[in-house]
């Protein structure tokens, strides 16, 4: 779950994770993800360093420490609870990382400062649910990702039994090994110049040769590859329909919590009004008592 649950934490720190998660900061977390890629893609430009690299740099470090504080006022407000979020160690990781200093021998890691983009995936909600969908795909695609490997290994071999051995340069080059020929039907199973720059001039040596590469065209690139789609799609409609049953289960805890509200108001309202009907009998007996002297 994320955000993640605060009900049960001290009122202080209870307090910050409302402020830290609250809609308008995790907006204002947004625009600064967004200004921060702006400018680590300025910083490519040698001549715009040349003439703002001061500038970026400022602003570079500062939006840097706005982000440190934040992950500081959750680990504050979650102490080691943060950390049962994979999202929270994702953040803290790339947070962590754009502090690595610029020279020295792990001067390579601050390459890595172009991930704090990737924040965007932990902070907007929709993009957590395709990732979140990616990952319920896992176990189907591992199964379908077997299932091409040991195609890919069957046809190698037979790819190089079959035109490995000729002599001809590109059959060398394409088919020699077992590992060009994986290679090779990689290419292939990818529709890149497979037919001009592969099939075409094997078929000059073995004009039967299309009845191996069309089928296993068919078979990959319009058969297993299609499976990951579904598989994917699948798991995006699995994890809306999660989205939209703890939507409706938050409606309905709302809505108890209207009705219990309004009754109690409704109880508060006929005591204050039987009060008052008191008073108001009172009141005309003391009148008549009054008339009737």
Known sequence: MYPMPIDSLPKHRRRVAEFIESPSVTRIIIGL???????????????L???????????????????????????????LRFFKSGWNVFDF?????????????????????????LRLLSVVPQMRRVITALGHSIPGMSSVIGVLVLIFYVCAVLATKLFGQHPDPNMQEWFGTIGASAYTLFQIMTLESWSMGIVRPTMELYPWSWLFFVPF?????????????????????MAQAETRNEDKQ?????????????????????????????????LQKQLI???GQ
């Open 250 to 282: 938050e409606i309905k805890t709302f809505t108890h919590e209207e009705v219990d509200s309004l009754q109690t108001q409704i109880q508060s309202l006929n005591a204050t009004m039987q009060t008052m009907q008191q008073g108001i009998d009172r």
């Open 49 to 79: 360093v040349a003439v703002y690299g001061a500038l970026l740099k400022i602003l570079d470090t500062s939006l840097l420490s706005i982000f440190t504080l934040e992950i500081a006022a959750k680990l504050y407000a979650y102490r």
């Open 93 to 117: 990781l790339i947070v962590t990382i754009a502090w690595v200093p610029a020279s020295g021998p792990l001067s390579v890691l601050r390459a890595f400062r172009v991930l704090r983009i």
């Open 289 to 291: 008592d009054k008339s």
């Open 217 to 237: 065209i068919v078979i990959t690139s319009f058969a297993v590859l299609n499976l990951f789609i579904g598989i994917i799609v699948d798991a995006m409609q």
């Open 33 to 47: 993800i967004l200004l921060n890629a702006i400018t680590l893609g300025l910083e490519t430009n040698s001549d």
